[in-house]
Structures are given as C-alpha cells and as structure tokens.
C-alpha cells in the first residue's frame, strides 16, 4: 500500500517552479504521523520537488490554498486516472467543500487529527466518505511529526506548531475566514517533539541544523502567558528558533528578555502597512506604528531579528502613500521586508465579503483563483488605475530591494548584532538580504487576468481525458469575478467553519449552496 501527501504549490512569483525556501510546510510530516507507522509513505513538499508522476500511489492527500486549487484539481485527475484515490484537506478544501467534492474522492473539513485515522479506517473497509468534518481540537490528539519523512534539504527541516490559529480576526486573513480560534499545546508535548524530531534526523542532517526549530505557528504569542511558559521550557533544549507573533507581545521588555533566553532568533510580525487608516480597514489594531522603531531595537539588542511584510491596500493607499514606504522602513530600522504584497481578498473572508457586496466593480475583471496570492493585483484601485498602482508598487519593489538598502539594511544590524555576540541572527540577517535582492520577473504584469501563467506543470495528456469538455473542466483555470469584475455567485457567502474554540458544528456548511456547474467555474 503507497500513500502519497502532497503539499500543493503554486509558484506565486512565477519565477521558474518551486520555492526552495528555509521553511517548508509542515502538514506532510504531521498527516503521515496519522497513518500507521509501518505504511510506504511520500510525503512531497510541491514547493521543493515536483510529485513522483511515476509512483503507483494507492492513496494520495492533496493540501491546497485556495490558490492552489487549479494544480490541485489536476494533481488529483492525473493520480486518479492511475487508479488512486485522492482526497483533499487544507483552506480551499475547509471554505468550499462542494466546490471541491467533485474533483477528488473525498474532502476533509478542519483539522486533520481528527479526520484522517478515521478516514483511513473507512478506505481500507472501502467504504469512504465523500466529506469527512473535523471534530474538536484535541491537542493530545497532535502526534509528533513524521520528520524522517522530509526530503529535499530544507535549511529547517524540524518544523512544527506550537499552538494552532490567532485570537485576531483580521479581514484579509483566511484564518478569520475560517473562523477565529487559537489552541495552545500542552508544553511538554512540544519539547517531546522537538527532542524526538533531533533523534529522527541525527543520521540525516548535522547537528547545527538539528538545532534549528521553525516554529510554523500564524501566531506563537496569541496567550502570552503560555508563550512565557514555553520559552522557560525551551531555554535548557540549547535550540535557535523562529516563529511569528503579533505585534502586541513584541511590545513587552520582559517577554522579549524571555523569547531571547529560550533561544529565539528571529521573529515575523504582519506590520502590513504604515497608513493607519489601511491598518484601520484591514482591522489590523494590534500595530502600533509610533512603537515599531523601539521595538525593533530592543528585539535587536537581545539577539532577536525582526522581520515584517507589507502589503498595499488597493482600496485605502494613494500612489503617495506607497511612494513613502522606503522612508518609513528606514525610520523604522527595517529596511528591507520580508514582502511587500497586495491586500488580496481571498474567497471567504471579511475583505471578500466585503467587497464581493459593496459595488459591482470592486474587484478586476476575469480573476483567476490562482492569482489571489498577494503577489497579482485582484482588487481595482481606487486612487489611481492598475497600471500607474503597478508602476509604483514596482518603483518601491526597486527601491527597497536594491543592494544598496540591503547594505544598509546590515550597517544598521550587523554591529548591533555582533557586538553583543549574537552571530547566528546575524548569519541569519546577511542571508535574508542575499536572497531577497532578487528583481521582479520582467514579463509579469502584475495585474490578474493579465498575468502569466504559473510555471508548475501535471503531465497530464491526450489520453488522460475522455472528452473535450472534461479538459477544459480539468485545465481551465477557476476565476472569481466575471468580465465586468463581479463576484461570481458560487464565491459568496462562504461562512466560518471553526465556531466556538474551534469545533466545526455538523449543522455549520461552509461555502456555497450551489450544485457544481464546472461550466460556471471556467473562465468568465
Ligand atoms: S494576526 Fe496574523 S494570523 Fe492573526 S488574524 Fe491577523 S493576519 Fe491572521
């Protein structure tokens, strides 16, 4: 029996294929400690390596994003035509599970600790369930990772969660979609791990890498006084780790002396913008823009390196307010983010909602899902047209990732840094600005609908298709708005699936209404 775990990827920057990032995701490792441990598993980080199109796999899970979900969709016909069975989990899966259901032989709402023993039992007995529901989160129920499964060489290959959601509810964000619920593991669960995750890969990686732990949380501080507890826990490990936080435990002395002695390194925080009323409209209110400078400092004289990406509002930023941004990331002592991308409606959240009702032209037209990753424009300017709001985005892309501010980037952090001996966030620092001196693709537009295609290709063939119509349904890429830029009606009113800490109510469907029609999810 071969089972294969897939984690989807679509090259958002549409570079080359795959994005052989530090970081790498951390659902492959976690749903093959789900399955019986003696079982031929694959476990495919999409972002590092394309799937094994040769392998006879009897079983295959696909997580998907949202944008994700056209390669999904094709992943799964290529491995069902060879006689798998394939099911679906992840964002897209949990917010539209009709939408999905006909693409695969079974869909999975929520968390997977839940569903997947559950499913399994069934596909052995032959009798699976089109959808599987999530049952409460049980953070006894979270088993240590299968790390001996990662491939590739990934700079961190221990990565692993801590805690699972963010008590936030940001409107752009899909956890919000979702359903806002944060879950804190128990402390001595996640030691467990991370000390059986090095004893795992003691015959596969050195040591120093054995000592770096990304903690893939979407907000490690969303209970301070638990993160307190855990960093007390990891002080003795002797690890370096690095995770995200809201901007709210950053603003703590005592905490940032607690995150400097558990050996953190470094810490991401969404700063989004620098235009309070941006912030105001993303309901982002945890920033505080007149504290980020202070911050910044005291995080760095501890040895922890901040980092921050940003992202411009269609909606609320002038082509002033982008040109600005150098200005602030140097006032602010970050000088080079870790992004700066589009506030993008992801289908299901607040922003979309809000938007997908609010006028009839809020968004551009022939969206395609796959463009709704931050890194296309969706949404139509409101204070300048999509040309002129690329043309600035591309000025301070240029500015901001130029050698030069990278330079300057490393003047201000390298002597404050070293200084006080903390040389592995320096390391850490030069490698960020190396690799983020990369110029934009010169043949992307930027603009959805206009853009070129992602990279990634399924070797799917003639053969592979019985009729016309199936290609173009298995091929076609989904859109979200029609030629006038309206929400088309199967993408509205997707409603939250986490309710009260976190269960997912049997009565709670998610996403639409509506009978699949491919032809109504095909280019507008
Ligand atoms: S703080 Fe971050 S993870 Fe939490 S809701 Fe906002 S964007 Fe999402």
């Not at 992801?346 to 032209?361: D, K």
Request: include cysteine; proline fraction near 9%.
């Amino acid at each position: 029996m071969r089972v294969g775990i897939i984690s989807v990827f679509t090259d958002y920057h549409r570079r080359g294929s795959h994005h052989r990032g530090a970081l790498q995701p951390q659902i492959g490792p976690l749903v093959a400690a789900l399955l019986p441990s003696d079982l031929d598993i694959d476990v495919v980080n999409d972002t590092w390596e394309d799937p094994d199109w040769e392998c006879d796999y009897d079983l295959v899970f696909l997580s998907a994003l949202h944008s994700d979900f056209d390669r999904a969709r094709q992943i799964s016909h290529y491995y069902r035509r060879r006689g798998a069975t394939t099911v679906l989990g992840g964002p897209m899966a949990t917010s539209f599970p009709e939408l999905c259901a006909p693409w695969f032989d079974a869909v999975t709402i929520g968390d997977p600790e839940g569903v997947v023993p559950r499913l399994w039992r069934d596909f052995l007995a032959g009798r699976l369930a089109p959808e599987y529901r999530a049952q409460p989160y049980d953070p006894l129920a979270v088993p240590t990772p299968r790390f001996d499964l990662v491939r590739g060489n990934p700079m961190v290959p221990i990565s692993l969660e801590a805690s699972r959601g963010c008590p936030f509810s940001c409107a752009f964000c899909t956890l919000t979609g979702l359903g806002t619920r944060y879950h804190t593991r128990p402390i001595e669960l996640v030691v467990r791990d991370i000390l059986s995750a090095q004893q795992m890969l003691t015959d596969k990686v050195a040591w120093p890498q054995r000592r770096l732990v990304g903690f893939m949380d979407n907000n490690i501080g969303g209970n301070p006084r638990w993160l307190a507890q855990l960093c007390d826990a990891l002080a003795p490990l002797r690890i370096r780790w690095s995770s995200c936080v809201t901007f709210n435990v950053l603003r703590d002395e005592a905490m940032l002396d607690r995150l400097a002695a558990s050996g953190c390194g470094m810490l991401y925080f969404g700063l989004e913008s620098f235009n309070p009323a941006a912030l105001e409209g993303m309901r982002k209110r945890q920033n505080v823009l007149d504290d980020v400078r202070r911050v910044v400092d005291a995080a760095r004289r501890r040895g922890i390196l901040i980092t921050a990406g940003l992202m411009l509002s269609p909606v609320i930023d002038t082509l002033e307010d982008i040109a600005r941004i150098p200005e602030h990331l140097r006032k602010v002592g970050l000088h080079v983010p870790t992004y700066i991308a589009f506030d993008t409606p992801i289908p299901g959240t607040p922003q979309f909602n809000r938007l997908a009702v609010s006028e009839a032209r809020a968004l551009l037209p022939g969206v395609p899902l796959r463009d709704l990753t931050g890194y296309t424009l969706a949404t139509r300017p409101r204070h300048a047209t999509p040309e002129a709001f690329i043309d600035a985005f591309k000025q301070v892309h240029q500015s901001v990732y130029s050698l030069a501010t990278g330079m300057r980037k490393l003047a201000d952090d390298l002597p404050r840094l070293l200084s006080r001996g903390h040389v592995a966030p320096a390391l850490l620092d030069v490698f960020e600005v190396l690799c983020d001196a990369q110029p934009l693709p010169a043949d992307r537009t930027f603009i959805a609908g206009t853009d070129k295609a992602p990279p990634e290709r399924v070797p799917l063939s003639d053969a592979d298709f019985a009729t016309e119509a199936e290609r173009d349904a298995v091929l076609s890429p989904w859109t979200v708005t029609d030629t006038a830029g309206r929400v088309l009606p199967h993408w509205r009113g997707a409603k939250p699936v986490y309710a009260s800490k976190g269960r997912v109510p049997p009565e709670v469907t998610a996403g639409v209404e509506l009978p699949l029609d491919t032809a109504s999810v095909a280019p507008a």
